[in-house]
Each structure stands twice: as structure tokens, then as C-alpha cells.
């Protein structure tokens, strides 16, 4: 991309790994919250190094993964992407998945990717438990927000 683009931009190719790397070939493991659900750090670092792998096999420098809400509501339509429920737990499993992305070295090796931590912080307390439904903010959070956006 270097040579044939017209200012010599290089291209940052990313994909996403919520299970194993999204592109076509590679390997798909259980969705996140099997993975969380074994509570094994070591077999879940073992995924993810596999998907690293697979990764930078086919170009893939970035990767948006892992998801690191918490399930909160059963009726959410995005509860398979995240790890659990409980707090603890989604932090050991994250940064086991962190571990087998980036590597547990200071700069990534020719087998890791870098790791773009996701949240879906807004969408989770939608109402009814729908993915593209209103949230509901408090009174008092939406005064801060309008005064906010105001003053810039």
C-alpha cells in the first residue's frame, strides 16, 4: 500500500477477535462468555495466542477485542460477546486474552497483534434489554451532559 498509494500512507490492517480472529480461514472458538465460563486463564490465553497468530498469518497488525462489559441483563442481545457477570472474573479472562493478543513482552513479536479493549458501555442499559433501544439517564446526568456540550 506504501508504493501504490498516492502520499505513501501505510495501511493499518485490523480485524476483530471476540472468539478467535473474524476473518475467513481461521479458527472459531466458543463466543466469549463460554470462554469466561471455564474461569481457565491459561486455556483462554492459549485461544487468543492462537488467534494472534492466525492473525499476523494473514496481515492483521490490531484487533478489537477483548469485550470487557459485564452481563447485566439476559434480555441484552449482546451478552455472548462478553465474558461474565462477575467482575473479577472478566478482568483474569481479559487480561489472559490481553496476554495471548499482544504477548506478555514489552513490544509485540512477529506472532502478536495490538489489542483495542472494547466496551459497549451505552448500549448495555438500554431499555427492555434491546441493543438499539433509548437509555435512560438520570435528570441530574443529563443536566451535566447539556451543560457540558454547551460550554464547548
Do not use: C, Y
Amino acid at each position: 500500500m506504501i508504493e501504490r498509494s498516492r502520499l505513501g500512507i501505510p495501511v493499518l490492517i485490523f480485524s476483530e477477535a471476540l472468539h478467535g480472529l473474524m476473518q475467513q480461514g481461521a479458527t472459531s472458538f466458543p463466543q466469549a462468555i463460554a470462554l469466561g465460563s471455564t474461569w481457565d486463564t491459561t486455556l483462554v490465553e492459549q485461544v487468543f495466542t492462537a488467534a494472534a497468530q492466525e492473525g499476523r498469518s494473514q496481515g492483521t497488525r490490531q484487533v478489537l477485542s477483548p469485550v470487557l462489559d459485564l452481563a447485566r441483563d439476559p434480555r441484552w442481545e449482546e451478552p455472548r460477546n462478553v465474558i461474565a457477570k462477575i467482575r473479577t472474573l472478566v478482568s483474569r479472562i481479559g487480561m489472559a486474552a490481553v496476554f495471548g493478543l499482544q504477548g506478555r513482552e514489552k513490544m509485540l513479536g512477529d506472532d502478536h497483534v495490538a489489542v483495542t479493549l472494547k466496551t459497549l458501555r451505552r448500549s448495555r442499559s438500554a431499555r427492555r434489554g434491546k441493543n438499539i433501544a433509548p437509555v435512560d439517564i438520570p435528570k441530574e446526568r443529563s443536566a451535566k451532559l447539556t451543560s457540558t456540550r454547551s460550554r464547548s
